[in-house]
């Protein structure tokens, strides 16, 4: 089992909807988790962070964070043409080895 | 505004040579990384470093080593360049311990023939 898993998609979503990436992981030394997006060509930056359960909020964007289940959440609502990118999910576990990423999830938007 | 340099955007190096790659942070953070990225792979740790002359290994550090001498710069060096060491090499810092967001330079897209 990966320590981080996303699905690698493509994700499609029609232009206007909600879209919903997830994230699974193995550590549940897991202190905090952040997901970073990444245009084609780009390098990562970053879109949300969550340490604590429950939901989180910043304009259109949700981080939800269940650690007994051990799962992260994104949610996209509005989706736009612009939130196309690759999604990558990354956790600070445990020990300083725990430093990782998932292999991100494709969303494309459809007008 | 937070910068992160990277020496090169594209290097093009032989077989068995040995390699530099620079990166440099001008926000004093404790923190840098350096990553590799493939299709499909995602990004996966080489070296984590979180003072000056500290090192942690992270996932695939084979073939690889750093060096950061000053807190401002952290190198990866490849030893003797393979080609399945081809990849883009991305580098990143942030503030010390675990909970800060990391800031990204632009690449440098290494290809060993």
């Known amino acids: 089992q990966k320590e981080v898993e996303q699905n690698s998609g493509p994700l499609s979503v029609p232009e206007g909807a909600i879209a919903s990436l997830n994230c699974t992981y193995s550590d549940r030394g897991s202190q905090s988790f952040f997901w970073y997006r990444q245009y084609s060509g780009k390098s990562p930056e970053l879109i949300m962070f969550?340490?604590?359960?429950g939901d989180k909020e910043d304009g259109r964007f949700t981080a939800q964070l269940n650690k007994a289940s051990q799962y992260v959440s994104l949610l996209i609502r509005d989706s736009q043409p612009s939130d196309s990118a690759t999604y990558l999910c990354?956790?600070?576990?445990?020990?300083?080895?725990?430093?990782?990423f998932g292999s991100g999830t494709r969303l494309s938007i459809r007008p | 505004d937070v910068k992160v340099t990277q020496s090169s955007r594209y290097l093009v190096k032989r077989t068995g040579e040995k390699v530099f790659l620079e990166c440099v942070q001008d926000m004093d953070h404790e923190n840098m990384f350096w990553y590799r990225q493939d299709p499909g792979l995602g990004l996966r740790l080489i070296y984590f470093?979180?003072?000056?002359?500290?090192?942690e290994k992270g996932d695939i550090p084979e073939g690889y080593s750093v060096s950061r001498e000053k807190k401002e710069r952290f190198s990866l060096i490849l030893e003797s360049a393979s080609t399945n060491q081809t990849s883009m090499y991305l580098c990143?810092?942030?503030?010390?311990?675990?909970?800060?967001?990391?800031?990204f330079g632009p690449g440098t897209r290494l290809t060993v023939t």
């Open positions: 990354f956790l600070w576990g445990s020990s300083a080895s725990k430093i990782i």
């Open positions: 969550i340490y604590s359960n």
């Open positions: 470093s979180y003072d000056v002359k500290m090192k």
């Open positions: 990143a810092s942030s503030y010390g311990g675990g909970g800060y967001e990391q800031y």
